[in-house]
């Protein structure tokens, strides 16, 4: 089993802190993204998509993106638990993490690859030839004012992200702050609930996955 892996991108290390959170430890092989090696001929023979994280598994099959990746994980090594343990646990927990991606993750990103003069040619994950588009950073940056303003409206009523046990959807948010920073934008002080979340799950040994 082989991890293609980049230290610095959101989504392989949303899958590391995940991974770090069960205790799996995993041969992992740095693909540059900025250098345009996840685009070279020779990773588009493992994952045509050029995307990671990547994983193969032992028997040559591949898989991509980070929460199918782990979802596999989750079934494989159950505990600790991190994608819910019944219906509706399993139901909430997916439904806050597509909320974390979706209205943060995304609206990171695009203010990031279309500010950012290494994608201006590449401004989509995994493409080349795609302009940047400098009308979709304001975009982009309003969007993730919006999601911190909704993160923290989320964290006022419980301990974590999707209730009161850690989950998959604290990841991607905490990434996601993180990630955000690359754009200039932070937490604030009218962000109190989610700056008490920031500060614990920062505390978590994952957190320097």
């Known amino acids: 089993m082989k991890l293609y892996d980049m230290k610095q991108a959101p989504n392989p290390r949303r899958l590391r802190m995940f991974l770090a959170e069960k205790g799996i430890e995993i041969e992992t092989v740095q693909v540059d993204i900025p250098s345009g090696e ?40 159950p505990e600790p638990n ?3 343990t019944d219906a509706k646990s399993m139901a909430l927990i997916e439904s806050a993490e597509r909320h974390m991606e979706f ?22 994950q995994g493409t080349d030839g795609v302009q940047a588009i400098e009308a979709l950073v304001e975009r982009g940056r309003n969007g993730t004012a919006r999601f911190f303003a909704s993160l923290d409206a989320t964290l006022a009523g419980s301990r974590y992200v999707a209730g009161d046990t850690f989950s998959i959807a604290d990841i991607t948010a905490f990434c996601v702050v993180d990630f955000a920073k ?24 994952s957190a320097q996955a």
Do not use: C
């Open 182 to 205: 690359w754009t200039g934008m932070r937490l604030g002080d009218e962000h109190p609930n989610a700056q008490r979340w920031y500060a614990e799950v920062s505390a978590r040994p």
């Open 82 to 84: 991190l994608m819910g």
């Open 103 to 124: 209205d943060g993750l995304l609206s990171v990103a695009e203010a990031f690859r279309n500010s950012n003069p290494v994608f201006a040619n590449r401004a989509t």
């Open 38 to 77: 996840n685009l070279s001929d020779e990773f588009k023979a493992i994952n045509p998509r050029g995307l990671l994280p990547t994983l193969v598994l032992d028997d040559g099959t591949v898989i991509d993106e980070s929460v199918a990746i782990s979802r596999y994980f989750e079934q494989t090594h």
